[in-house]
């Protein structure tokens, strides 16, 4: 399955970082929704260098975080400025580039940037993410007409490209990041969007600016996320499971901070919380070696083969055996005449 395929090239390829303590937490971050496993969608305020005057033509960028973990959230970002800026704001001045090249802590002070009044980045630059919760991929992806991870993707690019649409921004220029194939996933948007230049490519995040800066977000609102989860699965905790495994690490499903978490912390019956990817390899795994120890006794069915009547729960039982039509109501017909 090519959704497979994908999550093992990307959990090889990239590295298996715990989210640093003191991250910077953004407005993409919302954790009422992020603790009752909702997926949701945040925009930022149009720049002013853009609300100014919407004629200004813009180039925008699009990234994931998270595809492959276990633990954890999915984040598409979103992010756009005018055409002449981007090379010289992003890449000249604040040297954007891939997420994964970049230190947490250079991630995590760039999006500060971006999202602090006043700043370049602020004034010049909007951006949006999309967070899939771990909680809706797994239900998605493990119903019988299967909602798969590349569907999710595209469809959660396409929301966020229609929302930047709806507000008035002049997009002239799209990049997009991928992980399948690009020409499909390129032909699909430009019969949506004919009028604007779409290039979809893999490795985007390195080549172009603007996809670099929308990895960033991607990957900071990603952190924030999954440390906001382990805080609050901390403050819920206790016992010598929490204290045998102090931290779940990356999430990656080859992080061995993961799986031990995972194996330690698990219900017998009903697994984990809304952090959790259940339709993962990993976590079927774990469910299914532990299901191993636990019965389950099934109520035993009335052998009834179907005969119980609708007529039955209406009419009053007696020794007699009545006509259904005018037992119907619970008194015959006749009686009631017969009080006339």
């Given at each position: 399955?090519?959704?497979t395929?994908?999550i093992?090239m990307?959990?090889?390829?990239?590295?298996?970082?715990?989210?640093p303590?003191?991250?910077?937490?953004?407005?993409?971050?919302h954790?009422?929704l992020?603790?009752?496993g909702?997926?949701?969608?945040?925009?930022?305020?149009?720049?002013?260098l853009?609300?100014?005057d919407?004629?200004t033509?813009?180039?925008?960028?699009?990234?994931?975080?998270?595809?492959?973990?276990?633990?954890?959230p999915?984040?598409?970002?979103?992010?756009?400025?005018?055409?002449?800026?981007?090379?010289?704001?992003?890449?000249?001045?604040?040297?954007?580039?891939?997420?994964?090249?970049?230190?947490?802590?250079?991630?995590?002070d760039?999006?500060?940037?971006?999202c602090t009044?006043?700043t370049?980045?602020?004034?010049?630059?909007?951006w949006?993410?999309?967070?899939?919760?771990?909680?809706?991929?797994?239900?998605?992806?493990?119903?019988?007409?299967q909602?798969?991870?590349?569907?999710?993707?595209?469809?959660?690019?396409?929301?966020?490209?229609?929302?930047?649409?709806?507000?008035?921004?002049?997009?002239?220029?799209i990049y997009?990041?991928?992980?399948?194939?690009?020409?499909?996933?390129?032909?699909?948007?430009?019969?949506?969007?004919?009028?604007?230049?779409?290039?979809?490519?893999?490795?985007?995040d390195?080549?172009?600016?603007?996809?670099s800066?929308a990895?960033?977000?991607?990957?900071v609102?990603?952190?924030?996320?999954?440390?906001?989860?382990w805080?609050a699965?901390?403050a819920?905790?206790?016992?010598?499971?929490?204290?045998a495994v102090?931290?779940?690490?990356?999430g990656y499903?080859?992080?061995a901070?993961?799986v031990?978490?995972?194996?330690q912390n698990?219900?017998?019956?009903?697994?984990?919380?809304n952090?959790?990817?259940?339709?993962w390899?990993t976590?079927?795994?774990?469910?299914?070696v532990?299901?191993?120890?636990?019965?389950?006794?099934?109520?035993?069915?009335?052998?009834?083969?179907g005969?119980?009547?609708?007529?039955?729960?209406?009419?009053?039982k007696?020794?007699?055996?009545?006509d259904?039509?005018?037992?119907?109501?619970?008194?015959r017909?006749?009686?009631?005449?017969?009080?006339?």
């Open positions: 399955m090519a959704d395929q994908d093992q990307e959990t090889q390829e990239s590295a298996l970082e715990t989210p303590p003191g991250i910077f937490v953004a407005p993409s971050v954790k009422p992020l603790f009752d909702e997926s949701y969608s945040h925009f930022s305020p149009i720049p002013s853009v609300a100014n919407l004629t033509e813009c180039v925008l960028g699009v990234d994931e975080a998270g595809r492959g973990p276990v633990l954890g999915m984040v598409y970002a979103l992010f756009y400025l005018p055409l002449q800026v981007q090379q010289s704001l992003l890449a000249e001045t604040h040297h954007f580039d891939d997420s994964k090249v970049l230190t947490p802590e250079v991630r995590s760039l999006m500060r940037k971006i009044k006043d370049d980045l602020y004034n010049s630059c909007g949006a993410t999309r967070l899939l919760s771990a909680r809706d991929i797994s239900a998605h992806m493990s119903q019988p007409a909602y798969n991870l590349n569907a999710q993707a595209m469809d959660a690019t396409i929301d966020l490209i229609k929302g930047v649409l709806a507000q008035g921004v002049n997009v002239k220029e997009i990041d991928t992980i399948g194939k690009p020409e499909i996933y390129q032909k699909k948007l430009e019969r949506i969007w004919p009028t604007i230049r779409i290039t979809v490519a893999k490795k985007a390195s080549l172009y600016p603007v996809v800066a990895s960033v977000c991607a990957k609102t990603r952190d924030a996320a999954l440390e906001a989860c805080e699965r901390q819920t905790t206790n016992g010598a499971a929490a204290d102090p931290t779940w690490g990356s499903p080859s992080d901070k993961t031990a978490w995972l194996k698990m219900d017998p019956v009903f697994g984990w919380g952090e959790c990817r259940f339709s390899g976590a079927k795994q774990e469910l299914e532990k299901n191993k120890e636990i019965t389950v006794d099934w109520p035993v069915e009335d052998d009834t083969n005969s119980v009547r609708i007529t039955d729960h209406f009419i009053s007696s020794d007699e055996a009545g259904e039509l005018v037992d119907w109501f619970g008194s017909v006749t009686m009631e005449m017969e009080a006339f």
